[in-house]
């Protein structure tokens, strides 16, 4: 009867580890999509431009074309700082 006894103890102490060891997997896949969701998500706000900045970016490329291809004019940053190359 204790053999019986210790062989279901251990059955089910290996059957919580196994469950335990699925729910950490699942929890850390979570984690990873929440992350990579949340990175593109910063990324996709980051890339976001306002009037102001669309206007300066367009500027910079109308004077660009005007000066032909010497002395290149770069737009970095937000567009308002700008950085002959």
Known sequence: ????????????LENSERDIEAAVGQARNQLRAFAANLAVS???QSMLMDEIT?????GAFVTELKRGKKDRLMVTGRGRHRHVV
């Open 54 to 58: 669309d206007q300066d970016l367009i």
């Open 1 to 12: 009867m204790r053999r019986h006894e210790f062989r279901s103890t251990h059955r089910i």
């Open 42 to 44: 910063l990324a996709q």
